[in-house]
């Protein structure tokens, strides 16, 4: 079988699995495993078992449930109402206050917890106050979702965790890789809420009352971020001086997390019991993904396939520029249309090559990639972060509001990842101060 029609078999046969809807794991796993048979017979079905064991027992990936536990114990230490309410004194009296709170707590939830949480408890705290003093939907939706999204670029990210594993790429350097881009974003978010308000004052975010907050309340307030901070620290503190591998970072999480719970009184059997099934159906999840991408992979490889793409490369005479172009490109389409586990696990294998086959930098790269699923998150009719809103917001915002919400945040998206783009130094520069 020629090396062509293996090609056009395997991804041809996952995107049509993906359209009718079959899971990630399941149409790449099964996919990997029919071509496998057909082209290498039963003996190549020893791949699919050893590629199991290697995959479940890579201690490495330890670091996925160990983030995802430390983020769950936080939600339910009620951290994030904590943040909100600490950060709505500091602000209130400015205009557009709550919409800068939610994006602060979101920030802050992704430095502890990743993508998630920041959407599904500013959604059900964030969004009815907006609503209540009148914000223009837009801009209460869009904000929240916006910030929530930031937990994709920010450290610690799950997504980070599969592509470095997928793509052989230095997790703790991805990590801080993204902390740059995603406090621009942050910083982007905050001064659109700013100018809006500023322009459109009555329409767009009303002023909350000052006369309600004293001093005294905004001092006291801040003993809430006083514990995220130290845990925020710890974790990334330690990846970034060498102390600690990510895998054990993310043991100092989830054990900081733990100990929050207790803090605040709200560790309970019931909440231990949630964290921990949430914990492993996400785990299992993730790593089902894993190892049906390993195999994908493999199979891919041992076809050849990955060779004749290497030489399609070569043999173009374009500016590599126009290739990257097109390799954005491409990932902002299935962004719209696809989930971000199968965009990494189908277009990270060829395209991270691709690009250190170009003479690019791996990890800008990397983050680049990254930057497309944060977009991938809020374009419908796909979007993730557009369907977990669904799920949270008030009865009055129906999905037509939730999708008009978008656009301005997803151009600030956007007018990042052309910055990192054109200046690879906003991606890597705090990675290569690192420790080594």
Not at 28 to 45: A, D, E, M, Q
Not at 85 to 102: D, F, H, Q, T
Not at 221 to 246: C, D, H, N, Q, R
Not at 383 to 390: P, S, V, Y
Request: net charge neutral; glycine share 10%; charged share 10%.
């Amino acid at each position: 079988m020629s090396t062509e029609l293996v090609t056009i078999l395997l991804f041809g046969g996952l995107l049509t699995l993906l359209a009718i809807g079959v899971p990630v794991a399941f149409a790449l796993g099964g996919i990997s495993v029919l071509i496998s048979y057909i082209l290498f017979g039963t003996n190549s079905l020893y791949v699919v078992a050893t590629t199991t064991y290697m995959e479940i027992t890579d201690a490495s990936l330890i670091t996925i449930p160990l983030f995802l536990l430390m983020g769950n114990f936080l939600v339910y230490s009620g951290i994030s109402d904590r943040l909100f309410n600490a950060l709505n004194y500091w602000l209130s009296g400015i205009r557009g206050g709550l919409a800068i709170v939610s994006i602060l707590v979101c920030v802050a939830l992704a430095m502890c917890g990743g993508f998630g949480p920041g959407i599904l408890t500013m959604g059900l705290i964030a969004v009815p106050a907006m609503l209540k003093y009148s914000y223009n939907k837009s801009l209460a939706l869009g904000s929240v979702m916006a910030g929530g999204v930031l937990g994709i670029i920010i450290p610690p990210s799950i997504i980070m965790i599969v592509f470095g594993y997928i793509a052989r790429i230095s997790i703790g350097k991805l990590f801080f890789a993204g902390a740059i881009p995603g406090f621009i974003c942050a910083f982007l978010y905050v001064s659109y809420v700013l100018i809006r308000g500023y322009f459109q004052p009555d329409f767009i975010a009303p002023r909350e009352a000052e006369n309600v907050v004293t001093w005294k309340m905004r001092y006291a307030s801040l003993k809430e971020i006083i514990l995220p901070a130290i845990l925020v620290v710890s974790v990334l503190g330690s990846i970034f001086l060498g102390m600690a591998t990510p895998t054990e970072a993310a043991g100092i999480g989830a054990a900081g997390a733990f100990i929050i719970c207790i803090i605040y009184g709200k560790l309970t059997w019931k909440v231990l019991l949630s964290s921990c099934l949430e914990t492993m159906k996400i785990s299992g999840m993730a790593l089902w993904i894993l190892i049906a991408a390993t195999l994908f992979g493999i199979v891919y490889t041992s076809a050849g396939a990955q060779d004749m793409v290497m030489g399609i490369v070569k043999s173009l005479h374009v500016n590599r520029w126009f290739i990257l172009g097109i390799m954005q490109f491409i990932l902002l389409i299935f962004g719209m249309f696809m989930d971000d586990y199968a965009i990494i696990t189908i277009c990270a294998p060829i395209f991270v090559p691709i690009a250190r086959l170009l003479g690019f930098n791996t990890l800008w790269f990397s983050i680049l990639f990254i930057l497309n699923m944060q977009v991938a998150y809020l374009t419908p009719p796909f979007g993730w972060a557009l369907i977990l809103m669904k799920g949270v917001a008030p009865p009055e915002v129906d999905t037509n509001d939730i999708w008009k919400s978008v656009p301005p945040f997803v151009i600030m998206q956007l007018m990042v990842l052309v910055l990192v783009m054109i200046f690879p130094n906003v991606a890597v520069w705090l990675p290569n101060m690192m420790t080594k």
